[in-house]
């Protein structure tokens, strides 16, 4: 696994040149020195959402794909070009669980800095969560990356059933919490 996603790029992907190489002293840049481009790479956008039931309970979903297949996780993903964060976690909710919930609904929680492993390469990401409250009458049902999900009372979390560092650590966060 490359732990900088920078390192997968050897062409100028603004004049093709293979003169594209690591700015010294500033490992998340590449600087063209045939046409002058320098090529930032920022922390890729994610949420995840706490999601409470009337019970205090709080869901996770299983992942159903790698990383971590298999896993418990929060609900949530990425955020796609000129989305807020809030409408990015309406829309993973509602592909993940069939869970259609207004952006009014959503409290912001915190942030983690995660590196998420996709295709060889890691990929820094900043994870934005969100906590909210299920109506009584919710249904949700699996779907894309979730394959099953359940209500956990937060006592009965097994931290060591999370698959990804980040959420593990908001977990702890939570559960310091209560």
Known sequence: MTDNALSAFHFC??????????VEGEPRAR????CGFTYYINPAAAVAALLFDAEGRLLLTRRAHEPAKGTWDLPGGFAEFDESLEIALCRELHEELGLRLPTEALTYFTSRPNRYPFGGLTVHTL????????PHDVQLAPHDDVDDFRFFPLSQIDLDSIGL???RSILKQVLALK
């Not at 004049?15 to 690591?22: E, H, P, W």
């Not at 994870?127 to 299920?134: E, G, N, P």
């Open 165 to 167: 560092e980040s959420i």
């Open 127 to 134: 994870d934005a969560v969100f906590r909210a409250q299920l």
């Open 13 to 22: 992907p603004h004049c093709g040149s293979t003169c594209f190489a690591m």
């Open 31 to 34: 600087h063209c020195s045939s």
